[in-house]
Nanobody, 132 residues
Framework: QVQLVESGGGYVQPGSSLRLSCTGS????????IAWFRQAPGKEREGVSC????????YYSNTVKGRFTISRDAATNIVYLQMNSLTPEDTAVYYC?????????????????????????WGQGTQVTVSS
């Protein structure tokens, strides 16, 4: 049974950094694509970043490119999202999501990684609030 648990959210000032963790169980990272999404109040959920567990390819939305870094630790089955230079616009609930690579590839995951329908497994989310 695939399970994902996010942690690391919090309340920080603009310009600060946070590192989110997505701890997985019931699966091996090497066989999954794992993504981070976020949803701000009143807005649709948006893809932030993704890592292909098979080949290590990474993907970022234009709004976070250069500020956020996704990484993975296969030994602990954790995927991290390092977030730097945070702004109030980054305030949202952050979710991690996972999908089998074989399924993700079938639906062109490398092109549509930021669509939530690409992923079957979701965590409960962690709140990130950036405010002065």
């Amino acid at each position: 049974q695939v399970q994902l648990v996010e942690s690391g959210g919090g309340y920080v000032q603009p310009g600060s950094s946070l590192r989110l963790s997505c701890t997985g169980s019931g699966f091996s990272q090497e066989s999954y694509a794992i993504a981070w999404f976020r949803q701000a109040p009143g807005k649709e959920r948006e893809g932030v970043s993704c890592v292909n567990g098979n080949d290590g390819s990474t993907y970022y939305s234009n709004t976070v490119k250069g500020r956020f870094t996704i990484s993975r630790d296969a030994a602990t089955n954790i995927v991290y999202l390092q977030m730097n230079s945070l702004t109030p616009e980054d305030t949202a609930v952050y979710y991690c999501a996972a999908e089998l690579i074989s399924v993700w590839d079938r639906y062109s995951g490398a092109y549509y990684w930021d669509r939530d329908e690409e992923y079957d497994y979701w965590g409960q989310g962690t709140q990130v609030t950036v405010s002065s």
